[in-house]
């Protein structure tokens, strides 16, 4: 059993070193990738390339020890045991007879490796490449912005419009809404509806695929049912693809900057045209709303000064009449308030 194990592992190091620092070659780069990609596969990387490190060092040493001392070696005598003793025979065999066609006729065997390389280089272009592919978690997020300056009793008349869309798609379980804004955001015309889906096997036949509507199938179904709804824009968003996107939690999105605020809306709006021209993209939105309502106010500044009273008193006076200011704090059972004077 020592000589055994001896002579097994000198046989088989040559080509464990080689798969090993084969994979380590293909694992390792990707711990020095850069940006989001980077920090999401260091840890990858690194743990992958020291894991089959480690696996070597224990099948050059740790095995044929185990298999010298432990290993006991007889005749199969059960079925499966016999069954798997016959199938390494043989593969063995025809590994052999394979391989001594292969040496026999070099050139032709080089040159159809060469041509399944070059095939497999073509398949490339047919693969799909996304770096955060789409899951089907049925669940979905809905959102819903009426014209800047709605009121909120119009913005929740069409949410009720959308409710009543909800209850003729058969594969909508429940849904949970909020008009007005979310998060404390306050927008009047804004709803949004977080959506949970049936389970794949009890949702309707894709008439095209002829299998269940996956969540991603049902956002054009939805997409397609919400534009018969007037005076209302209406997105949806797909949460399995907003794990590492920006804060609006859309797959693409681009910002926009530079000093003239004119400049900016006028580049932001050519671009938004770009991409609903194109073809490849839907829900294209901004976040910049043109028409919110808004006051002037134009001091006198004469009389002002007439008065004693600055520009800056004036601007505290209309912060605090028209949003509120803090005027202090105080402490109540462990808690801190805000004084704010409106």
């Known amino acids: 059993k020592r000589e055994a194990a001896l002579v097994g592992s000198r046989e088989i190091t040559f080509a464990a070193l080689a798969a090993t620092v084969a994979i380590i070659a293909i694992f390792l780069p990707v711990a020095f990738m850069k940006g989001i990609i980077g920090k999401y596969f ?8 020291v894991a089959v490190f480690l696996s070597l060092i224990e099948a050059l040493t740790l095995t044929p020890m185990r298999c010298a001392s432990f290993l006991h070696v007889g005749e199969r005598k059960t079925r499966l ?16 007879e394979v391989l001594a066609v292969a040496l026999r006729y070099r050139w032709p065997t080089l040159g159809l490796s060469l041509i399944f390389f070059a095939g497999t280089l073509l398949t490339v272009k047919l693969l799909k490449k996304e770096f955060v592919p789409p899951q089907d978690q049925s669940r979905l997020m809905l959102r819903m912005q009426t014209p800047v300056g709605s009121s909120l009793d119009y913005t929740d008349s069409k949410f009720k419009e959308v409710e009543n869309l909800f209850k003729t798609i058969p594969e909508v379980d429940q849904y949970f809404g909020t008009v007005g804004g979310f998060g404390g955001s306050g927008t009047v015309n804004m709803a949004n509806v977080f959506v949970v889906l049936k389970p794949v096997k009890e949702r309707r036949t894709n008439p095209k695929t002829k299998s269940p509507y996956t969540q991603q199938e049902l956002i054009g179904v939805l997409r397609t049912t919400f534009k ?4 209302a824009k209406i997105t949806i968003q797909d949460p399995s693809l907003s794990g590492f996107t920006a804060k609006r939690g859309f797959p693409v999105e681009f910002t926009v900057q530079g000093p ?13 045209g770009e991409m609903e021209s194109s073809g490849l993209m839907t ?10 309502p808004e006051i002037r106010v134009i001091p006198d500044r004469m009389k002002a000064k007439q008065r004693g009273v600055s520009i800056s008193d004036i601007g505290q006076s209309i912060n605090a009449l028209m949003g509120g200011i803090v005027a202090g704090k105080f402490s109540k059972n462990g808690h801190r308030y805000d004084v704010r004077v409106r």
Not at 42 to 49: A, M, P, R
Not at 228 to 231: E, R, V
Not at 260 to 272: A, D, H, L, R, T
């Open 42 to 49: 260091y840890q990858f990387g690194v743990t992958l390339s």
């Open 81 to 96: 045991g016999k069954g798997i003793e016959w199938l390494f025979e043989f593969s063995s065999k025809k590994y052999g």
């Open 228 to 231: 018969t709804i007037p005076g």
């Open 260 to 272: 003239e605020w004119g400049k900016i809306i006028e580049i932001s709006e050519k671009i938004m």
């Open 283 to 292: 829900d294209v939105d901004s976040n910049y709303d043109a028409g919110l």
